[in-house]
């Protein structure tokens, strides 16, 4: 079973121990400039959003990288980007629809979320369960569960 991140920007508090967290594992210092995941902030509206790659099943990184050095972690199901094999051309950069892959300029390589090996840090460490890693195939589960119970209060609208 595959699972992915998902992420609740109503349970976000901006406490950014997600971009802590990730960091750590991932460059071993506590650094959100060097995180895979970004949590924006919305000021005007009192809203965060945390945001991160989806691992999309077609992924234009991976198909735009000339060195092949992204591929699955047939394990996790995640895109994953080769140290070795990346020579830094930033090409999946500019592929990925959603600016999730971004340049380490103190390594010449390019970094974007891997799942951490299937154990993602951020979702770890999360204290509001704004981000959660569950079953792929469930992701919108609860936003089924939220209609669910607006349909049994009678609150929620047809759509056309």
């Known amino acids: 079973m595959l699972k992915s991140l998902h992420i609740d920007p109503g349970k976000c508090t901006n406490c950014l121990l997600c971009e802590l967290a990730c960091s750590f594992e991932n460059e071993e210092v506590f650094n959100p400039a060097k995180s895979r995941i970004k ?3 919305f000021h005007d509206q009192g809203r965060y959003v945390p945001y991160t790659c989806t691992q999309c ?15 699955v972690d047939p394990a996790t199901g995640a895109k994953v980007v080769s140290g070795d094999l990346c020579v830094g051309c930033k090409v ?26 299937g154990e993602p840090a951020c979702a770890a460490m999360c204290p509001t369960g704004a981000i959660a890693y569950v079953d792929a195939d469930w992701t919108g589960y609860d936003k089924m569960r939220r209609w669910a119970g607006k349909t049994d209060s009678g609150t929620a609208q047809a759509h056309a």
């Open 57 to 71: 099943a077609e992924a234009w990184c991976m198909s735009a990288c000339p060195v092949d050095a992204i591929s």
């Open 92 to 117: 999946c950069t500019i592929a990925c629809p959603f600016g999730t892959v971004n340049y380490n300029h103190s390594t010449g390589k390019v970094i974007k979320c891997d799942l951490c090996g």
């Open 39 to 41: 949590v924006f902030a």
